[in-house]
């Protein structure tokens, strides 16, 4: 059984853009994924929202293009979001009150719901009220 851990759009910033916060914590993250033979999934929206926030609100245009040619080299694994996902992400959103959550995230619990996954790589503790974990806490509770 493959061990899946879904990805939201800030962990790919936090990997490239080094003035990032979390990007340290993103790499040891990374790191201890794939040592632990994880699979990081990232909905195709997760990618959309990286590479338009970089290049639009964080003006690096070289980083979002460096995202999309990893893209383009089939770097990233990839869920496409379906109809039933878009439909459950509607919902999801439906519910949420907060400006800090966007559809964008309602997609990534969609998705982690839809490939049976409890696992976020992402640093919005807004998933863990879906009862989601996120990835940096893989083993703090093991």
Known sequence: MTKIAIGDADSIIALVYKNDTNHVKAQNIAAQLLAEKYQIIYPNTAIIEAITTLKRALNLSDKSHFINRQYQKNIFNVEF??????????????????????????????????????????????????????????????
């Open 81 to 142: 979001v379906s109809q039933s996902i878009m439909q459950r992400a509607s919902e999801i959103f439906e519910e949420t009150q907060s400006k800090q959550n966007t559809f964008f995230d309602a997609v990534v619990v969609a998705t982690a719901e839809s490939l049976d996954t409890k696992l976020i790589f992402s640093f919005d503790k807004w998933y863990s009220k879906f009862g989601f974990k996120l990835a940096g806490a893989i083993n703090k509770s093991s």
